[in-house]
């Protein structure tokens, strides 16, 4: 089993690396930034979809059977809760400082980051592929977020070299939440399956309460058909990388 700990370390070091992506923003335009960003999230919210629907749901449902809407209902409330109490992603400023919002982003990015490493450790453990799905679901979803989290940061009053050090140190709470989701789901017999099934709810949450939403924002006919070629494209992706490992097994 050590070679599942070694895809896990891989995977969860991969996407704390994402953090670092928002010092690229400062050299980018505003608009070539917001033009770039939407299409991301269109594809990351395909391809999240696509991961939720096709991989972890139907391989936590395998071994759980009807018991497995009730853990994708406990995963949806689960994220629900973490962003409405913690991350506070839509913060309104009646309701918000700045100071105390950029804190609790940390915080709340912090524990957003080790909830990913035990669901990436829970999906390696179960087979390389359904890792290597989860793994690129979790990252295309880290693009557009760590970036809103930079902003944030300097928005809040950070310098950028203080705001990404913090950023990426936050984000590497992912490697605690592998490390310990490898050692306790690996000794936990039959614990693998709820965490598939949660972290499919947390997909279909992130996918429908965060990323859909920004899409409907925009009116010009010809980015939302872009928009709609890079969610279609999204699911397009996981399915056929499922397809080739479900042909190689």
Known sequence: MVHVLLYTLIAVFIVSAISLIGA????????TLERFLQVIVAFAAGSMLAA??????????????????????????????????????????????????????LIGDGVHNFVDGVIIAAAFLTSFHVGLITTLAIALHEIPQEIGDFAVLIHGGLKARKALWLNFLSSLTAVAGAIIGYLFLNTIEGITPYILAIAAGGFIYIATADLLPELHKECEKKKIYLQTAALLFGVLVIYFFLHIFSHGH
């Open 52 to 105: 939720a629907f096709f991989d972890l749901m139907p391989e936590a449902f395998h071994d759980l059977g009807e018991q497995g809407t009730n853990a994708v209902l406990l995963g949806l409330l689960f994220f629900f809760l973490i962003e409405r109490y913690i991350h506070w992603h839509h913060c309104q400023k009646e309701c918000c400082h700045i100071h105390p919002m950029t804190y609790l982003n």
């Open 24 to 31: 690229a923003t400062l050299a980018i335009r505003k608009k």
